[in-house]
């Protein structure tokens, strides 16, 4: 009987070791799928060639330059010509506002990659003046509006904006480098006067 005791005790005790075990493996495989599926999800989006030649033709001498542009467009629409975001209100969810459109996701703005552009890099531009040349002012009123931001409300949101735009910039700015700059995107390449039809 007490052998019989034994061996049921150490064959628990062997159950319960392997269970352990094996619990650990799938936790260590989720980890493991968990860091290479956000791998994938974090890798570079290269900016089209036809996409920079427009980029860098609307750009503007102080901001937005063509790297600030290719960062917010990164940020907005991740390179998608026929992105539409339409805003919902929390407190009136039935209500749609205007949506916003294109590669800058610009309020009612233009579909075409050219118009879509130009529209952005002009309201950066203006926003720019407006809030006296505060880059981080400019970026963080294009994602919540610039009354919101001088209200001072939606506080989160522009900030969590204003830290992907920062990491997608300094993203473009270690890829440009590595591969040489062929596009003449880095400063002070870029910083140049914008052609005003």
């Known amino acids: 009987m007490r052998k019989l005791s034994r061996h049921l005790i150490s064959c628990l005790e062997s159950y319960n070791q392997l269970k352990e075990y094996v619990l650990r493996s799938l936790i260590l495989t989720l980890i493991f799928w968990s860091i290479c599926f956000s791998a994938q999800a974090e890798k570079l989006t290269v900016p089209p060639e036809n996409i920079i030649k427009i980029v860098k033709q609307h750009s503007y001498t102080d901001f937005p330059t063509a790297l600030d542009t290719l960062a917010i467009i990164r940020v907005e629409s991740n390179f998608k010509p026929d992105a539409v975001n339409p805003e919902i209100s929390v407190l009136h969810p039935e ?41 981080e002012a400019t970026v963080k009123s294009n994602n919540i509006g610039i009354g919101s931001y001088w209200r001072g409300t939606k506080k989160i949101s522009a900030a969590d904006y204003w830290s992907k735009f920062q990491k997608r910039r300094n993203e473009y700015i270690a890829y440009y480098k590595k591969i040489g700059d062929p596009y003449r995107i880095l400063p002070p390449a870029t910083k140049r006067h914008k052609k005003h039809h």
């Open 95 to 135: 209500k749609i506002a205007t949506p916003s459109n294109g590669l800058m996701q610009v309020q009612n703005g233009p579909m075409g990659i050219e118009e879509n552009i130009t529209a952005g890099t002009d309201q950066l531009h203006e926003y720019y003046g407006l809030l006296h040349k505060n880059v």
